[in-house]
């Protein structure tokens, strides 16, 4: 009896795998039919809306500021994976143009002229995959071995489809009761949170020459809102909120010009520069980190961009400054380009300083959860002390870290709008002011931040010879005073 059970339950098995992909075909046959693309191969379709600076909030709990899009095209050429993403921000004049076509990715200057972006590739590519034509596309694809399941939502049944795209990426699918694609949603990797939920959200459906396209909503990471107190609330990134014209069929012509052909990931380059006697500006990219000496260990002001940098500018620091473990990372602010190394100083063993207004989020990010995508050493090798509250130095208003040699003061910047919680760094003996985002050489006139800065310096009535900032080149006080003044 046992034998005749197992055996059934065998060929049961057997027979069920086929009918499973057939009817999984089957559903996804009926939603290209439903949502009118039965022959699409490309389309092009234009609006407004806005965009999410994702990473860029004011403070942690909240959403990620929005800059309105004043105009918004986008145009797939799904047989050749290949985007032309045109847009253009309130306030601005000038058209952003971002393109793909398959390895490639590239962008526009100011000029007009393809700057090479080799990081971006797989994720635009990914993201044509997640329009809503394109994911039905992509499950339908030779190989693509689709799964579905069913349950209650949207009102009704509803049905997910999964496959993997680029041999790493879940990208999940849900078809509402109405046999319309609701929602696409994946994960992507990122240096501050990991695995990051990145989903789309589609509805308002109506019909446009035939075909079905719907109000486009993006969410990037999760707003853990439901949770007290509200510790991370950025996740609105984009929304096409209105579409005036869609063409399906049209022409694509995007073609790869040969300085985006050749170009590949650049590594990590990493100069350094004493400013002051055992002070290191630590530079050769975008984003920069100052290491200082003290008599038995070094201090770091900044963590930006990703765990490489971070490796490399340690690396660097133990040249520079032998036998001296780092024992302090400072954080200027939360912001996720100045916050993407952070995990790498804790693992090396240094106590985060930041201001007490961050703790929470900072114990979040250093939380070894789901990085799967792209393992950094935090979460292969957790440290014994993650997130827990001794590797923590937090202030509200000023810090002092001294010994006999010298003493380097961090100061919460007053009044400012770009990020609640901008720490300055003071070296009162070598007369040096670290800052990040608030003035950059060779800027035409002050705004907004630039004017926070200079009422800060005043109130705290700073003796400055030298500012070094997280960008650009150090430069004298004195030029900044000008600069200042001739903004009034």
């Known amino acids: 009896m046992t034998t005749r059970f197992w055996l059934s339950l065998s060929l049961s098995v057997l027979i069920a795998g086929p009918a499973a992909a057939q009817n999984v075909q089957g559903v996804l046959q009926s939603t290209a039919t439903a949502m009118g693309m039965e022959n699409l191969t490309s389309i092009q379709y234009s609006g407004t809306g806005w965009q999410g600076r994702v990473g860029q909030n004011v403070s942690p709990d909240r959403d990620w500021p929005r800059v309105d899009l004043t105009s918004y095209t986008m145009t797939i050429d799904f047989e050749g994976m290949a985007s032309r993403e045109e847009y253009i921000r309130a306030g601005g004049t000038r058209q952003l143009t971002n393109f793909v076509s398959g390895n490639h990715a590239w ?129 609105h990134a984009f929304g096409l909120e209105t579409v005036s014209d869609l063409q399906a069929n049209v022409t694509v012509t995007i073609t790869v010009p040969n300085n985006v052909m050749n170009a590949s990931i650049p590594p990590v380059r990493v100069e350094s520069q004493e400013v002051a006697s055992g002070v290191w500006l630590i530079g050769g990219g975008s984003h920069h980190s100052v290491a200082i000496e003290f008599g038995d260990h070094v201090a770091v002001i900044e963590a930006p961009l990703n765990e490489e940098r971070s490796l490399a500018v340690i ?39 930041t201001h007490d207004s961050n703790k929470p989020y900072y114990q979040e990010v250093l939380r070894a959860g789901p990085w799967t995508l792209e393992p950094d050493r935090f979460s292969l090798h957790p440290p014994e002390e993650w997130s827990e509250g001794y590797i923590f130095e937090t202030l509200n208003e000023k810090y002092v870290l001294a010994d006999q040699t010298r003493s380097v003061e961090l100061h919460n910047v007053q009044g400012l709008a770009h990020a609640a919680g901008m720490l300055i760094a003071y070296l009162p003996n070598e007369k040096i002011v670290v800052q990040a985002d608030l003035y950059f050489p060779g800027a035409e006139t002050p705004n907004a931040s630039a004017r926070s800065f200079h009422r800060n310096l005043e109130r705290l009535d700073l003796d400055v010879d030298t500012i070094v900032g997280i960008h650009g080149r150090p430069a004298p006080m004195s030029q900044f005073t000008a600069f200042m003044s001739a903004g009034e």
Not at 335 to 340: E, N
Request: proline letters at 7%; a negative charge.
């Open 107 to 235: 962008t526009l200057d100011a000029q007009g002229q393809p700057l090479p972006q080799p990081a971006a590739a797989e994720l635009r590519g990914l993201e044509i995959l997640l329009t809503p034509w394109g994911f039905i596309k992509g499950a339908m694809a030779p190989g693509a071995n689709p799964s579905m399941i069913t349950r209650n939502e949207y009102g009704g049944r509803s049905t997910v489809i999964s496959f993997i795209a680029f041999g790493k990426y879940r990208v999940n699918g849900t078809i509402n009761p109405d046999g319309l694609l609701e929602r696409v949603q994946t994960w992507i990797p990122n240096p501050v949170v990991g695995d990051m939920y990145y989903e789309n959200v589609y509805t308002n459906y109506r019909e446009v020459g035939g075909v079905q396209i719907p109000r486009f909503h993006q969410h990037q990471d999760y707003d853990d809102g439901a949770h007290e107190a509200d510790v991370s609330g950025g996740d």
């Open 315 to 353: 690396d660097e620091i133990y040249r520079r400054i032998p036998n001296k473990p780092i024992r302090f990372i400072v954080t200027t602010h939360h912001h996720w380009d100045h916050l993407g190394g952070l995990r790498a100083f804790v693992h090396e063993g240094a106590t985060v300083i």
